[in-house]
């Protein structure tokens, strides 16, 4: 049986940790921590056991945040500043009153305003920002470096803002092999590289479409890859999708679910073909369950077929919205679901979805769900 487990979480205001025992029945919360800076997503190092949290905005500045004992201690890199950092600057009798002086010159001041996802290939860390830009750190979060090949893309000049503007929300590498790496950006849709980030193809391709139609939607809202293969899936603006060969085609998987629209996908860490969902009622339609009742829906069959898991989760009077990031599974058997609302909760399971808990509740709006389990 594998070992205690901890949830990172990334809310509104701070990141949190939730430590749940060796069984996952035992949960103790903790934070929040990073000054209370918005934190978009978290991820930690099963080997290490450090810890990073991305995010800001444009009071704070961007930046990651480093913890390697724990979530104990905490320390920022600064990547952009912000307007607080103007108004002490321009205010030096304000700053001497509060005790707390300007951050210098960031290194990307001027060009992002925020940090929207975390990930790792191999040993390199990479940071995907606000607007639309990845970073890199080969220090573990010390120093960063732009990858401007993705910058320079040639589709760059069309790349469009979704609604909460051009973001680079997702970040997925290849354990066995980390020069592979795929992104989604919302709304210019998936980019993947087999070399390290020195060139990028753009992967919208959609091999089922309508008449007419050629590609995927390019607001995507959360990409997962499933273990050991190339076998991609997203949920996107308009539905989900599969892609057998590492995102060159997609599939529309969305047949037998309620809705077109959602936020997050989660994929079983070792059986391919098993996937969990969280449909919502509509883009413009309050971005709720369906009926106001929650339920996540799970497919075994690579989404040939779906049904709803919501034994335990509100069935009535339910309007929380789940958000990209905030959904998670864990590596035990039977595995571990997890995802958190904006409405401050957080639920579990601990058999693949059957069943759910609440195991935390009137925490901040939580942006994004990951479990650190110790190797």
């Excluded at 056991?49 to 990651?64: D, F, K, Q, R």
Aim: proline content about 8%; hydrophobic content about 40%.
């Amino acid at each position: 049986m594998p070992g205690a487990l901890t949830l990172l979480i990334g809310t509104s205001k701070g990141a949190f940790l939730i430590d749940g025992d060796a069984r996952r029945e035992s949960w103790a919360l903790r934070g929040p921590f990073c000054d209370g800076w918005p934190i978009n997503h978290v991820i930690g190092d099963p080997e290490s056991g450090t810890i990073w949290a991305g995010g800001g905005g444009e009071w704070p500045g961007a930046g990651v945040w480093r913890s390697v004992d724990g979530g104990e201690t905490w320390r920022l890199s600064k990547l952009a500043t912000g307007k607080f950092d103007a108004f002490l600057r321009e205010d030096p009798a304000f700053a001497d009153q509060i005790g707390r002086q300007p951050d210098p010159p960031a290194p990307f001041d001027g060009r992002i305003d925020s940090i929207w996802s975390l990930g790792r290939a191999g040993r390199r860390l990479h940071a995907g920002a606000r607007p639309a830009m990845l970073l890199a750190s080969d220090d573990d979060g010390e120093s960063w470096t732009a990858i401007e090949t993705l910058t320079d893309h040639p589709s760059a000049p069309g790349w469009e803002p979704g609604g909460v503007g051009l973001t680079l929300h997702t970040i997925v590498a290849a354990p066995d092999d980390p020069s592979r790496i795929w992104l989604a950006i919302s709304a210019a849709g998936v980019f993947a590289s087999e070399d390290g980030g020195a060139t990028w193809d753009r992967r919208n391709r959609r091999s089922n479409a309508p008449a007419g139609s050629d590609e995927v939607g390019l607001c995507v809202h959360n990409m997962v890859r499933a273990p050991g293969s190339d076998l991609l899936y997203q949920q996107n603006h308009q539905g989900v999708f599969r892609s057998p060969d590492g995102g060159r085609s997609w599939d529309e998987i969305t047949a037998g679910l309620p809705s077109t629209f959602g936020f997050p996908v989660a994929v079983h860490p070792r059986d391919p073909a098993t996937v969990w969902v969280l449909p919502l009622n509509g883009d413009t339609a309050g971005r709720f369950p369906p009926g106001a009742s929650a339920a996540v829906w799970k497919t075994s069959d690579g989404g040939e077929s779906w049904s709803a898991r919501q034994e335990g989760l509100p069935a009535r009077d339910c309007f929380f919205t789940v958000l990209r990031q905030a959904m998670a599974t864990d590596e035990a058997t039977p595995a571990g679901v997890y995802f958190g609302t904006n409405s401050g909760s957080i639920f579990a399971s601990t058999d693949e979805g059957e069943h759910w808990t609440e195991i935390a509740r009137h925490l901040p709006t939580v942006f994004s769900v990951k479990v650190l389990q110790r190797a």
